[in-house]
């Protein structure tokens, strides 16, 4: 597409349906800004050495959204980009070279996930701001990281403006404690879970509260989950969306509530 990538190839490690938590919740919370958008373009950024992610989010997005949709996997790698190839079926689904600069385009959503990692914290913001100055009027973009096998997982929703909210995001059956969730922060907080800032605030008042309701366990872990995320709202947490979206292992906060120190 004629664009220099900006950025430095991933790790590329990815799994089948290791970012279902993430396109299920977008499918929910950002499917009105996709239908209201002109040309429903997303971005793929950085979707890895194989293309099952890029893949598996078109097809969610299709059936839970709209069914023209188009998505485009990103990388700048271009061995990745030729492995892709025959997973491709233009126009819903293409993969092309590109970075943080988007290859030139102007997409509704960018989809970013394990790919500031290996980036320095100090380089998360300008990051943040190359892809959302790209984005189409109303665009979003919803990055983090999860771990591979998509269990546990955490993700930033930016818009033009900067970071709207954090959510953090867990397969229940599998939570032993929710303190599992600080392995996989968004690099933007993964080193401020420390005494002193407010996300190992959070952290520790899910865990806390996890414990409070360990009387509630032989109800199943979402009805546990449940009772928590409503403990961490009653202190006094801003805790956004509904019990309906709490059940699916989901505690979503606006930003301000955990901004860095």
């Not at 189409?136 to 983090?144: C, I, K, N, S, T």
Request: one cysteine or more.
């Amino acid at each position: 597409m004629g664009h220099r990538p900006l950025g430095v190839v991933t790790r590329g490690t990815t799994n089948p349906n290791r970012l279902r938590r993430v396109d299920n919740w977008i499918v929910e919370t950002c499917g009105d800004a996709l239908r209201a958008a002109a040309d429903p373009l997303v971005v793929d950024l950085g979707y890895g050495a194989t293309p099952v992610t890029a893949v598996e989010l078109r097809a969610r997005l299709a059936a839970g959204v709209r069914a023209d949709v188009r998505v485009v996997g990103l990388e700048i790698d271009p061995l990745r980009v030729a492995a892709a190839q025959p997973a491709a079926a233009p126009p819903g689904l293409v993969f092309a070279r590109g970075g943080f600069e988007l290859a030139g385009l102007r997409p509704a959503l960018v989809r970013a996930f394990n790919v500031l990692r290996q980036y320095d914290e100090s380089e998360v913001a300008d990051a943040w701001r190359t892809v959302t100055e790209r984005l189409a009027p109303g665009g979003l973009l919803v990055e983090g990281t999860c771990d591979e096998l998509g269990r546990l997982g955490s993700w930033v929703l930016l818009d033009a403006t900067g970071p709207r909210t954090l959510t953090l995001a867990a397969k229940l059956t599998t939570l032993e404690r929710p303190a599992q969730l600080a392995e996989r922060l968004p690099k933007a907080l993964i080193h401020r879970n420390v005494p002193g800032e407010r996300i190992h605030d959070l952290v520790r008042a899910l865990n806390d509260a996890w414990q409070a309701a360990a009387g509630y366990a032989p109800f199943g872990p979402r009805e546990r989950w449940t009772r928590t995320v409503a403990a961490v709202k009653d202190a006094g947490w801003p805790v956004l969306h509904r019990p309906r979206r709490w059940r699916h292992g989901e505690l979503t906060v606006p930003w301000p509530a955990v901004t860095p120190t």
